[in-house]
Each structure stands twice: as C-alpha cells, then as structure tokens.
C-alpha cells in the first residue's frame, strides 16, 4: 500500500544527544514536510522540501537539520542544540500542484520524542 | 509571517447540536484544507476549497471560504460522538504555494 513511514514510533533521548527521525514515503511525492506538535498545541512547520536536493526553513528550524537526498526520504536530526525537543513530530507529503496551491497532504503516524 | 488563527480553542457541545469553527489568515490563501485529528492519531484530511466564497458540503460538514480567501470557516450540524476530534485548517500562502501553515485548532469534545 502507498502510504509515509516514520520511524521510530517513540523514542527517548539524553540531553546533548542528536536523535534522527526517519520518514520515507512512496507516493512519488515531489513536496515533503515536518512539523512539530506540542500537548494540545497546533502544527508547526520545521522543514519543507518541494524538490530533492532541495528544502527550505519553516517557522520554528532552529535546532534542526534535514537532508533530501531521494524523493521518497526526508529524514529530520534534532540536534542538541534544540533547547526543547520533547514533541510529537509529524511528517507530511503532497503532490506538486501549480495554481491551485498545494494538493492534500498525507502524514505519517508521528514519532514521539521524549528527552531524559 | 503568516499566521493562522482559530476559534474557538475548545468546544464542548451535547451529542445532537450544531459546532462551528472559524479560521482566519493574516495572509491571502492559495486555498484552504481542513483536517481532522483524533486523539492519539495524526491530522486526516477532509477537504480543499480552492475558490473565492466556495462552499461545499460532506454530509453534516459545510465548509466555506471567505470572499477575500483570507477566511474559511466548518460547520458541523447535528454533532455525533464519532466528530470528536481537532480540527485544523491550513492552507499555503498565495504565491508561496509549497509553504503549508497550519491554523491553531479547534479541539471539540461531543458530551453524549
């Protein structure tokens, strides 16, 4: 089935350790995305890339790095220098669409991260 | 930047009334999408609406975007145990339609 896979579903970290969350989807999806969700808080945007090789910052990217080596991964380290990193982090994809702004976007199940 | 706003925070309403949520961008919209997001899982789209003052309808759901596409707003009627849930609205900035901002939720709690 075509779907986003993120990995680890949970996953608990020291403080000063850099943690990387994994997320590969095969929907031939040109634009990926991360976002952070805290406790009955809203989505925000950390990363997004509409094209492999390349990606731009979100709303809250400090304390963050990605890569987009291959369309269908878009992995996401939070480093140490994250100041606050226990969250849920939810990764997105969407077909490029042009005109009409983005198609829907499609999430995996979230990883959650908690720092010790 | 943009930001996306949305009211109410929370709703608690009885099984069988009406709930609304409204969404309002301090930007214009390429379009706006609606999500859902139930406890524990990850946000579900709903719908896109794409034109100025569209409406559209999904059963007991009726979404609307504003005539400046600055606004967008759910309406749920006759609520049922199975809507419970936050709801999201999110929609790419005009012009920079690869940036998806989400709103800030509504979280809605139906009392059976």
């Known amino acids: 089935d075509g779907g986003i896979t993120q990995s680890p579903k949970y996953l608990f970290r020291k403080e000063g350790q850099n943690v990387t969350l994994s997320c590969e989807q095969n929907?031939?999806?040109?634009?990926m995305y991360w976002y952070r969700q805290d406790p009955g808080q809203g989505l925000r945007l950390i990363y997004y890339?509409?094209?492999?090789?390349?990606?731009q910052k979100g709303d809250i990217a400090e304390g963050y790095s990605v890569s987009r080596e291959k369309k269908e991964s878009f992995p996401l380290t939070v480093t140490s220098a994250q100041k606050n990193p226990t969250a849920f982090y939810l990764c997105a994809s969407t077909s490029r669409t042009s005109g009409m702004g983005t198609g829907e976007l499609f999430f995996g199940e979230g990883s959650r991260l908690t720092v010790l | 930047g943009q930001q996306v706003m949305q009211i109410p925070q929370y709703q608690h309403v009885q099984e069988g009334e009406d709930f609304t949520t409204y969404c309002n961008s301090s930007t214009t919209l390429s379009n706006i999408q609606w999500y859902k997001q139930r406890p524990g899982g990850h946000p579900v789209f709903l719908i896109q609406?794409?034109?100025?003052?569209e409406v559209k309808k999904q059963k007991r759901l009726t979404f609307q975007f504003g005539e400046a596409k600055k606004n967008s707003s759910l309406h749920i009627t006759a609520t049922q145990t199975t809507d419970v849930g936050t709801y999201f609205c999110a929609g790419p900035q005009a012009g920079g339609y690869q940036k998806v901002t989400f709103g800030t939720g509504t979280k809605l709690q139906v009392i059976p």
């Open positions: 929907l031939n999806h040109d634009a």
């Open positions: 609406l794409v034109k100025s003052g």
């Open positions: 890339s509409q094209i492999v090789n390349d990606f």
